[in-house]
């Protein structure tokens, strides 16, 4: 008698519902086991092993090779047994045919015709057979997991194939595998020398900083180091890529590879690392290897070469103007220059030909060049890579040192008077009464730069005088307001040996030095308008383009706005949540890149309301500013405009009488709509005081206001580094009026945003590293110092000197906290007047418990019943009018997310919510207070609770392990009368850096509370 596999193939949707198989199933042997993985494997869908018509058991597809372990014994009756799966996946069996193993592979393609194409081929046997089978609809519920092909409305296509099996035969394995638009085993076969050669170049660029090299550490000691260690999520080819695409542990995702890149890497790691120094890790690529990877669908295009499309930084138009720091000749680094193309078209600064770069500290002309390329695009906010800074490329005409643009003006001094770092260098501006950077007019695509020398005002704007003449032809255009003292300008080394020229003025005069070309501006009564032409060529050509007669600009006409620059409003749709759960998740769609016509990278670090909610301003890392309205409207549409682009990666906003500042790397800009247009046409200095190196780490996050219109944000210190700067690692105040900076408290490492307190107190988060054991939540208060030796307080690097935090987080609960934000009092229920503490890490959010024993704040965190957001969140703010939380984030650096940005809304609905609201720490007990009353039954069991702690140890190697982990025993429960609180009684409790509290109860009406606490205990009450 036949035996008989009949497999079902759903071409769309996975499928669950009754399968009719191809004769009646009697009962069979069947077990199913569900699938093996290890963390970090995504679900891709779902089969379902039927029975009698009817599904049996759900069995989760991941993405990798993970075996379902299907063992079935078959009787000598007929029998049969379905799967129901979506197209684009493969089973591959293993039988027994008691004359030994035959290997069945069933793949099944879709045609995109109503059909699927059906391979079933015999190892050893037979040449494939290829069959094409009609499709047809599945009875019952479609489930809703995704698919690899999109599902017509309404229905799941299926089809259906047996497969003979022999007499007494036995199904040793059946597991389920993807197949995919990779063709892993073509990208495989074509390693060779170009392909290493390229997988070096990624691997020193963005892979090296973390992991090292074969003679030298990384500077994240969690990194593998591939020399010696095995790797966590295999070594094969395969499962290197996986770790690539998707992630594994505390390894982001690369989605700015594609296929063929990761296997450059892959190649280049088992030939340099693995092959000779980590044997144990060097897979043997063969013939049976190969034929175990995914197979690629029919009908799509494989990924098996890179893709043509560039990286988004290449393609984005920053608009005429782009702050960053630059590179502009070895070790001379403009930290806050401003990059300005002179030269018209479109597509912004990047598609330009010819540029200056301004430092905005010094006011000097950093540099002047031209050519193909604009810069080398190396840096954290760019291709990732770390421990880099863009480098200008081109041609070159002049680069000036580091120092002053303009000599002191009282007395005329070149001498550099700013703050020295411990490296020697100078950080920092000038001093306002020398030189103050004002901002930065935009007209339409001419930019003009507005600062003062003494009590001088000057409009300065870059340009060309011509490039068809066998040079470049550079120009700056100046006016002076009146003045009573002569000035002096830097204009370039003498050793560049420029020609120039001047225009406008029979005043000015030009000439060289101490070294210099420097121009002189006598004392004036009046304004003074000049031009001056220079060039890295014969004085003749210069002559040529001076002659031209091309009127000098109209300064005075562009600093007061001028036709929209960026006129189109993009329209998306607000993507609403169900409201089942006690919140509900709103998806406020941004205009990603391809959906914007200035391919903006929309990766949001801050974002604030109006003053009515109406509107919000977001700010993504790349330098934009986007207003989106519509917020609240019933028919969920929102309307964006982009007001500013060119900023240096703002991670803040905040909006005062009407006004957007933004918080820079390199300042707090005020954006300044000079025309009613709805773009900013000022991009005004606010303040920049900021000490800014070249360093990657050091980012400027989030913005806040106290009651009195101070600012706050915090600054980074950098990565593995001591600090170099007063400002590194700190938490700093703005003056209201923007004129005076001054540090609160120091010893952070990377504090993501700022929450204000009622108090006066501060909120932050801090980050595992260096002297950071874990992640941190601390309660700020001024002169603290919060555990990092690499930030510029110099301080004994005893624990005692530091002050503890809240709670230490473990990894384990969020790999990232970001900013912190306070739930309105009377709003959320229970949750009113509570601390909440966003994940860049995990995409979730978590509530804050605390208490004060002895004057020590302690307490802990737990994760908010909702689904983890698929991007890091960065930023909340509470709506001004509807309480709802907004929510904004980006994927930037390590993150467990892969969604490159993120815009939310959190809705507290009428659902129950199950939460913990109170922890108290005693001697020999603890206390737990809950939202609402707990069965008691089941609260009273020791068993429903499990305690473990641990300890750490801070030092100046990255992070720590947890030290002597162990069990605390419950030895008996006692609850309230309201039954809210439980009381557990430990009786080896004692003070723990860590300490995680799990629980698992219901409530009086049957619904589940289960989760965890991670807490610290620092103190204990009687």
Not at 321 to 337: C, D, E, I, R, S
Not at 488 to 506: C, D, F, K, M, N
């Amino acid at each position: 008698m036949k035996r008989f596999l009949a497999l079902v193939f759903a071409s769309s949707c996975l499928g669950l519902g009754a399968v009719e198989p191809s004769t009646p199933l009697p009962p069979a042997a069947v077990s199913c086991v569900p699938a093996l993985g290890g963390p970090g494997w995504s679900h891709q869908g779902e089969a379902v092993l039927v029975q009698h018509g009817a599904p049996a058991a759900v069995i989760p597809g991941s993405y990798a090779d993970v075996r379902l372990h299907l063992e079935a014994h078959l009787p000598a009756v007929s029998t049969a047994a379905a799967i129901v799966l979506g197209a684009g996946y493969r089973i591959p069996l293993v039988m027994d045919d008691q004359a030994g193993d035959i290997e069945v592979d069933v793949l099944c393609q879709h045609l995109g015709d109503g059909s699927a194409s059906v391979t079933v081929q015999r190892a050893g046997r037979a040449a494939p057979v290829v069959t094409t089978v009609p499709a047809r609809t599945i009875a019952g519920p479609v489930s809703t997991a995704p698919s690899l092909l999109a599902a017509p409305p309404g229905a799941a296509v299926s089809t259906t194939i047996a497969i003979d099996l022999p007499r007494g035969g036995t199904i040793c394995a059946c597991w389920l595998q993807p197949l995919e638009r990779t063709d892993h085993v073509a990208l495989i076969a074509a390693w060779d020398q170009a392909s290493h050669e390229r997988g070096r170049v990624i691997y020193q660029t963005f892979c090296s900083t973390c992991h090292g090299t074969a003679d030298k550490e990384g500077s994240l000691p969690t990194s593998r180091h591939f020399a010696r260690e095995p790797m966590k999520n295999g070594a094969d080819p395969y499962h290197l890529f996986a770790t690539l695409e998707r992630g594994f542990g505390q390894m982001i995702a690369l989605p700015q590879y594609d296929a063929r890149q990761k296997y450059d890497v892959i190649n280049y790691l088992r030939e340099e690392f693995f092959k000779t120094a980590n044997p144990s890790q060097y897979t043997v690529v063969d013939a049976r290897y190969l034929a175990s990877l995914p197979r690629t669908m029919l009908g799509v295009a494989p990924e098996s070469a890179p893709a043509q499309r560039p990286p988004p930084y290449k393609t984005m138009d920053f608009g005429p103007a782009l702050f960053w720091t630059y590179q502009v000749a070895p070790g001379n680094f403009a930290y806050k220059g401003i990059a300005i193309r002179l030269d018209p078209g479109p597509g912004g600064v990047a598609a330009g030909h010819a540029w200056m770069v301004y430092d905005h500290d010094t006011m000097r002309v950093a540099a002047a060049y031209s050519g193909p390329g604009f810069i080398d695009w190396k840096g954290v906010a760019f291709d990732g890579s770390h421990g880099t800074c863009p480098s200008i490329v081109g041609e070159r005409a002049w680069v000036n040192p580091q120092g002053p643009g303009w000599a002191e003006p009282q007395h005329g001094g070149w001498e550099d008077t700013r703050l020295r770092g411990t490296d020697g260098r100078p950080y920092g501006p000038l001093p306002r009464a020398w030189v103050h950077y004002r901002g930065l007019y935009l007209h339409e695509r001419s930019v003009v730069v507005a600062y003062s020398v003494g009590a001088v005002e000057i409009l300065e704007a870059p340009g060309l005088a011509g490039t068809d003449l066998g040079a470049t032809v550079f120009t700056r255009t100046l006016e002076l307001s009146p003045h009573t003292m002569a000035l002096t300008l830097r204009l370039a080394p003498e050793a560049e040996h420029l020609a120039w020229r001047v225009q406008g003025s029979s005043t000015v005069r030009v000439f060289t030095e101490d070294g210099f070309l420097v121009a002189r501006f006598p004392p004036s009564a009046d304004r003074t308008e000049v031009r001056i032409l220079l060039a890295h060529a014969d004085q003749a050509v210069v002559d040529r383009a001076a002659d031209r007669a091309i009127p000098m600009p109209d300064l005075q006409a562009q600093v007061h706005g001028g036709s929209a620059r960026w006129p189109a409003e993009l329209t998306t749709q607000v993507v609403r949540g169900g409201d089942s759960g006690p919140f509900a998740v709103d998806q406020l769609t941004i205009p990603v890149a391809a959906a914007n016509p200035y391919g903006s990278w929309m990766r949001p670090g801050g974002f604030d309301f109006s003053a009515d909610g109406t509107t919000a301003a977001v700010c993504t890392w790349n330098g934009d500013v986007w207003s989106v309205a519509g917020l609240g409207r019933a028919d969920g549409v929102l309307h964006w405009r982009r007001m500013a682009s060119g900023l240096f990666q703002p991670l803040g906003v905040k909006i005062v009488d009407g006004a957007v500042y933004v918080c820079c790397r390199d300042q707090i800009a005020v954006l300044r709509d000079l025309d009613g247009d709805g773009e900013a046409d000022l991009i005004e200095n606010f303040n920049n005081d900021h000490q800014v190196t070249e360093h990657f780490h050091e980012f400027a996050m989030g913005l806040q206001t106290d009651t009195q219109g101070n600012f706050y944000y915090g600054k980074a210190a950098r990565h593995a580094l001591p600090a170099l700067v007063p400002q590194h690692g700190t938490l700093l105040r703005v003056s209201k009026d923007g004129t005076r900076t001054d540090i609160i408290a120091s010893g952070f490492r990377a504090p993501n945003g700022v929450c204000i307190n009622d108090d006066g107190t501060f909120s932050i988060t801090d980050q595992e590293g260096h002297w950071t054991p874990k992640n941190r939540l601390d309660l700020v208060k001024p002169g603290g110092f919060y555990g990092n030796m690499g930030s510029s307080t110099t301080r004994d690097s005893a624990d005692a000197s530091m002050d503890q935090p809240v709670v230490w987080i473990t990894n384990a609960m969020d790999r990232s906290p970001a900013e912190p934000v306070r739930v309105p009092r009377g709003t959320w229920g229970a949750l009113g007047g509570s601390l909440l503490s966003l994940s860049y890490g995990t995409g979730r959010l978590y509530g804050v418990l605390t208490e004060t024993i002895a004057g020590q704040v302690q307490g802990g965190v737990y994760a908010l019943p909702m689904p983890a957001l698929p991007t890091g969140l960065m930023r909340g703010r509470f709506h001004p009018v509807s309480n709802d939380l907004y929510l904004c984030g980006m994927v930037g650096w390590a993150t467990n997310q892969h969604e490159e940005g993120g815009f939310y809304r959190i809705r507290r609905t009428v659902g129950n919510l199950n939460v913990p609201l109170a922890l108290h720490a005693h001697v020999h007990r603890l206390e737990l207070g809950f939202s609402r009353p707990l069965e008691r039954a089941r609260a009273l069991q020791a068993s429903s609770y499990g305690l473990t702690v641990w300890g750490l140890k801070r030092s100046a190697e990255y992070g720590s392990k947890h030290l002597d982990e162990h069990a605390l025993a419950v030895t008996a429960v006692t609850l309230s009368a309201d039954g809210c609180t439980v009381s557990l009684e430990v009786p080896d409790l004692q003070p723990t850096w860590g300490m995680e509290i799990r629980y698992d109860l219901q409530t009086e009406d049957g619904q589940a509370v289960l989760g965890s606490i991670h807490n610290s205990i620092f103190q204990l009450a009687p």
